[in-house]
């Protein structure tokens, strides 16, 4: 019969420390991605915009209807 090898607390917190830090970094780097894409395709549009002379509502300045 073949027992798994034990493994001490230490080495398990160790390996444990490891695997939590390497995943962060997976899904730092996914989310850094997929903000990457957002941006691209949002620059796409406010280009594609910009050649058709739509301006953004937060670009537009209120016209402000002076009475006398």
């Not at 406010?46 to 509502?57: I, K, M, P, Q």
């Amino acid at each position: 019969m073949h027992l798994p090898p034990v493994v001490r607390l230490d080495q398990w917190v160790d390996r444990w420390a490891v695997a939590s830090q390497q995943r962060s970094c997976r899904n730092a780097m996914v989310a850094a991605t997929v903000l990457t894409q957002r941006r691209a395709e949002s620059r796409e549009v406010e280009d594609f915009l910009a050649a058709r002379g739509v301006r953004r509502a937060a670009d537009q300045q209120p016209e402000l209807a002076l009475s006398q």
